[in-house]
């Protein structure tokens, strides 16, 4: 018996000591200046479960076993994105209110869905992710490769579907329409689940879908992808050609994941929170969960280098928007 309460009480006292040690790590994690000294709150524009969400959330927590402070996420959803993105704008530049987001931060100044330029009102942190899409058509349709989808007009009408007016995927195939000259009728639904459906019934011919969504439609035969959307092709899909190899030079269509905080926050913050994502990131583990959802751990960047492809994105959309006749509403 007394051996046992011995046992019992060197196994506290080994927890305590550990505890310690690790809260004391946790101290030393912290920059000079204290930081974080409360709790960091990250928004995230759409409904848990979704997956800015989910990286969003497991970033969260490895920052919070890093620092000791509890870093949360905070949903709000509305507007399409918008909301959380004005929250960030108002808030202090003093690292404890963060954005994660995906195109919806990128494309709401093209869609003049804020009242500011977010170029100018945040300070875009570190790339988590990007993904890529795939070009589908039906299974039945007699195309096999780009150049005989942009060739198909001239024999039959061709509609294509995306997930509504304004959305990434309704903007990126009005870019393949600009850049490829092919002539198609958009049908905006409610989501690109139900566009997808569309498109194995041949309801439409055409769409671009995430890997995610399409994946499987593709390996049970439901759908056809004759292409993806990166400028290289994707390891999970070595014979998908890219959309630039196959016809349409330079396109690209892609949508990445990162953390965002309002401008102006001190640069030492910055530049941990940069590191600390990006060291999240780039771990084993990380890599192979995102890599599980068909997408790619974005490779280590400063925060400079993210905020000139933020800013080439928005730009991009800008003049794209400007010299098209693309019907926004």
Known sequence: MTKNIENILLRAVFLVCACAATGAQAQQNQLPGGYPSKPIRVLVGSSAGGGVDIISRAVAQKLTEHWGRSVVVDNRTGAGGVIAVELLAQA???????????????????????????????????????????????????????????????????????????????????????????????????????????????????????????????????????????????????????????????????????????????????????????????APEMKQRVAADGAEVAPPASPGAFKEKFAKQIDMWEKFIKTTNIKLE
């Open 92 to 282: 202090s530049p003093d690292g404890y209110t963060l954005y994660g987001g995906g195109s919806q931060v990128v494309t709401a100044t093209p869609l003049k869905k804020v009242a500011f330029d977010t170029r100018k009102a945040l300070q875009p942190v570190a790339q988590m992710t990007s993904s890529t899409y795939l070009l589908v058509v039906p299974a039945g349709l007699p195309v096999n490769s780009v150049k005989e989808l942009i060739a198909l007009p001239k024999s039959r009408p061709v509609s294509y579907g995306s997930a509504g007016m304004g959305s990434s995927t309704h903007l990126g195939t009005e870019l393949f329409k600009f850049m490829s000259g092919m002539d198609m009728v958009h049908i905006p639904y409610r989501g690109n689940g139900q566009a997808l459906n569309d498109l194995i019934a041949a309801q439409i011919q055409m769409m671009f879908t995430s890997t995610i969504s399409g994946a499987p439609h593709m390996k049970s035969g439901r759908v056809k992808a004759i292409a993806v959307t990166s400028l290289r092709r994707l390891p999970v899909f070595p014979d998908l050609p890219t959309v630039s190899e196959s016809g349409v030079p330079n396109f690209e269509m892609d949508n990445f994941y990162g953390i965002y905080a309002p401008a102006g926050l001190p640069p030492a913050i910055l530049s941990a929170l940069n590191q600390q994502i990006v060291r999240i990131m780039n």
